[in-house]
Structures are given as structure tokens and as C-alpha cells.
């Protein structure tokens, strides 16, 4: 069965499939696609590059064999899956450590650690919520507000893209759309 990803980070589906379809492609990209995430982590919290990529490592192993062995169930988005799994495995290594010096200090860096996956969860909650308010908003507000924020087009390229007859009629347009947004976002 031939499978080909769409975009540079694979959809969870796509890694869940490659991953049963023995696609290299998909493992490459979710190599490449949540290791900074996993490197941050890893550089936030006393550990190295190296240490990030042996962490990583290990905690791609776990997805797979999970996978592969038919023991998966993805109740959250995956992103966050191999940020917990990458987070436990990291604590291990440094209780171990803490173990091989008995400095009790070194537990302090731990409390900022689940301080972090909570503010990351956090996060991705509210991208979801924003997302699904977005989807909500309809035309043409949704691709205002996408060309302006994240497409990072000027009010004039938005002026010319819409048809308006100067960029205050634009800046009106999205300013109306912002404040549609927001409401939604917060209603949900």
C-alpha cells in the first residue's frame, strides 16, 4: 500500500499509518517534526543536544512498539503524547543521575518540569479552541484574519486581494473580523 505525506509535519493519522505501513517518509518526518519541541525541553530543564536526541530517540521507540503492537490509543494530540512520554523518560534519567550524586537539589529543576507540560497542554488547548473559533467565523473574515496573522500580508496586499477601495476600509474589515473572533473564541 503506497502512502505519501501532504506537508512537512504529519497529520497524527498520517504518522499512525505510516508507522503501521512501514513508511519511512512518516518516521523521517516525525523525526524532524517535534524534535525542537522535545530539544527545548530538554535545554530548559539541564540537559544538552545530546541528551535531547537520546530522549527523542527513546520516546519514538515507545510510539512505535506501541503502535506496532496494536497498544495504542491516542487520547490526546500527538504532539503532546511524545512530549509526555519525552518528559517521563527524562525524568528518569535525571532521578538516576540525582541517585548517582544524592544531591537532593537537583529535584528542584523536576517542579518546574510539570509546571511546563502544564502550560504546554494549556496551549494546545487553547490553539484548539482558537481553531475551531476561526472555522466558525466564516468568509471572508477567516481568510483576513489567516492573510493578516499568519500569512503575515499587508493591509494593502489585503486591500488589493478583497477588492476594498483603500486599506482603512481593509483595517475596518479586520478589525470587525477580530472582534467577531474574540467573541467566539470566548463563547466556546
Known amino acids: 500500500m503506497s502512502f505519501k505525506l501532504n506537508s512537512s509535519v504529519p497529520t497524527d493519522r498520517e504518522v499512525v499509518l505510516g508507522i503501521l505501513n512501514n513508511s519511512e517518509e512518516a518516521l523521517n518526518k516525525l523525526y ?17 543536544e545530546d541528551d535531547a536526541k537520546d530522549v527523542y530517540q527513546e520516546a ?18 500527538l504532539k503532546t503524547y511524545i512530549y509526555s512520554v519525552s518528559r517521563r523518560i527524562w525524568l528518569k534519567k535525571l532521578a538516576q543521575h540525582s541517585k548517582k550524586t544524592n544531591n537532593i537539589a537537583d529535584f528542584e ?8 507540560v502544564e502550560q504546554h497542554e494549556q496551549k494546545d488547548m487553547q490553539f484548539d479552541k482558537m481553531k475551531v473559533a476561526l472555522e466558525s467565523l466564516g468568509e471572508p473574515c477567516k481568510t483576513i484574519i489567516q492573510d493578516f496573522y499568519i ?16 486599506t482603512d476600509n481593509a483595517k475596518t474589515q479586520k478589525y470587525k473580523c477580530l472582534q467577531r473572533l ?7
Open 182 to 188: 474574540k467573541k467566539l473564541f470566548f463563547q466556546s
Open 151 to 166: 500569512n503575515s500580508l499587508s493591509m494593502q496586499d489585503i486591500c488589493e486581494k478583497f477588492g476594498y477601495t483603500n
Open 109 to 116: 529543576d523536576v517542579l518546574v518540569v510539570d509546571e511546563d
Open 32 to 48: 524532524a517534526g517535534y524534535y525542537p519541541m522535545v530539544l527545548q525541553f530538554i535545554l530548559n530543564n539541564n540537559g544538552d
Open 60 to 77: 519514538i521507540i515507545v510510539l512505535y512498539n506501541k503502535i506496532k503492537t496494536g497498544n495504542f490509543e491516542l487520547s490526546s494530540k
